[in-house]
């Protein structure tokens, strides 16, 4: 379980780290990009970045959900018992 | 005067401070081992130890510091919420488990669980006191900033009444009382700033021309180049001021008035090709007599007498609409979009005969400005066409994205729930209220831009004063939470630090065999030493800035503490020797180009920026992969006999 739950983390890691790269990327070589209003008049910028801080809730959600409960951690808390 | 002291704040506060103490001496009771001491015999539910997280995190920094920036500059200081937000994601999915799986105490045990060696011990004992109190300096100077304008108390009282109330905190209680303490400020924290953006909200924009004293700036002219101002009506009875000194080459312009002899001071700008219109600039001199003077006058200390008059006000809404009336989660941004609003810039003049002078000048800016990223000066690099000026700016974004998961008081977290499951749950928590408070901070930074309430001269109380222009008990609360929040990170601090002496260095690095009463008394020892040296760096450190400072603690955490907590993970061939100097390579080169970049040179040291010798100021981007690289080229070379054939 624990190669299942860190295997999980990589991935979400990995597309977290890709969304977030792209803004950081975006501002520094790009910054009038972020200026563009794709959306009810409000810009890129605040967006991206409503949309990393959103994005980082819902991935930990799903970790939290997809991750099973560790072996060790299920021994642990019935020898407790 | 914009800090007039509240009754009921200071009321509300020593209830606050009341209670808090109060609670960790009730439960401090139920403390008696050293696992009680430092990881609250890991048993804090999940949720709990989540909000704590975000009570932790949450520091001044983050309260204070994000949104004063936002008021003064606009959208950059929501950069540092993405970031430190992000930072999260890799604490979540790559730390958190492992973590928990591998330690007992501190960060330290879990590096060394592999080794159990006493040099592991030692260097990452010595990193975690060392990011711990350069995280203290800017959280102590941050209260002594609070406590001025709240109580009207000077900033060392302020200063010396955090650490007492925090040494007592820690001494009495340790963890358990520390995680209650940051529970009940994490969401009262998340909660106040929750109802005050729901305010700014409901009320909307209006267009003045001035602060919420009712005060009116003004504007003159325009009138073409090569004209003189003195003739325009408002100036009558004035005498220009030639401009000398200092003075030369400013855009400032100077007249005094015949009858009074007080000198007023206006920004010229140029509007259009050839017109030119002067700008109400507001002064403070100190002279070499030790007077403060205001706009001209001898400061005041009353009302009705000379002081400096709150600023923050939009000048132009859309559509030529005087107020704007309830807007939504959206149209508030649109509406500022297409807005101008009054941002202050300030410049030092300095006469011959060491009269000091700061003037404050109005910079109408329009809302698209605002709005974008690469205004404040940190963040301007961006729309610079040199790749070093880009790189500081990514090299900051890299540190805030690898600090966070380094920080010895997050880390420490990690022990005080029960298995890793529970880990993992209380960081989802602890992700999912710092997010959200997070993307409050963005409305209450411009809500505080525009709330005509915010000092020129100190951006660190934006939040407080923007409460108190919405009504004067939200100021009490928010100003006290405010105040619990540097009390509960600065718990958080001293007790990673104690437990970094107690463990990793006494008894294991210096091999003093402690029974468990011993270990808690040395700690507390240890609390009252550390929360005494941050008291004084606090007053030392007045002057500095406190987003600087927390920089700096992030990006050494991260070159420090990073590389070999990942490597340890992830690699199996990482040897002890590899750790060592990874540390010790990481703290060190982050330190030094800290101490010998263009930043410190100018706001420590007061010498040219162009003396400094790195390129650019902020550390992570090489120091991160530095720490990595010698890892790898350490532990290659110190590979055992086993593996190696």
New interface residues.
Partial sequence: M?QR??RI??V??CV?LLL?GG??FL???A?ET??V?PF????L??LY??G???A??L???I??WM?K??D??VV??EVEK | MIYEPSPQAVVFFFLFVAITLGLSFYLGGKAKSSQGYFTAHGQIPWFVNGIAFAGDYLSAASFLGICGMIAFYG?DG??Y??GY??G???A???IA??MK?LGKFTFADALDSKFQSRGIKLAAGVSTLAVSVFYLIPQMVGAGVLVQPLLGFPHWVGVVLVGVTVILIVVSAGMVSTTWVQFLKGSLLVLFSAILTWMIIERGFEVKAGGEDGYEFQTLGPVSTGSEFAGLPALKGTTPVPPEGPWTDTNFRRFRNDATGIVSVWSEAEIAPGQLVLREAQSMTQTTDGKTLVNGQVKGTKKGEAELHPVGNITKLPGGESRTGKLGF??F??TL??SEVVLWGNQKLTEPDGTKTTVYFQKPTAG?QV????EHPTFSG??STKLLD?LN??SL?LAL?CGTASLPHILIRYYTV????AA??S??VG??SI??F??LT?YMGLGAMTSGSMDVTNSNMAAPLLARSMNEWLFAAISAIAFTTVLGTVSGLILASAGAVTHDLVTHAFGVELNDGEKVRVAKITSVFVGAIAIVLGIVFKEMNVSYLVGWAFSVAASANLPALVMLLFWKGTTRQGIIAAVVVGMTSSLGWILLSADTFTKVYGLPASNALVPFSQPGIVTIPLGFLTLIVVSLMTQPKTAAE
């Fill in positions: 624990r739950n860190a983390g990589m979400l890691f977290y977030y803004f950081v501002n520094a070589f910054p972020m200026e209003l009810a008049g409000v810009n910028a605040i970045g409503f990393l801080i959103i980082a809730v991935l930990a959600l970790y939290g991750c409960p560790d060790e951690d642990r808390n | 959208y929501f950069l919420s993405i937000l992000a999260w994601i890799v979540l999915f790559v488990e492992p799986r959206l149209s941004f649109s979009q297409n698209s709005l974008r990223p690469g961006i729309r880009k700016f990514l974004m994205f029960k298995d890793a499951a993992r749950k960081t989802i992700i999912a997010g959200f997070y993307v963005l």
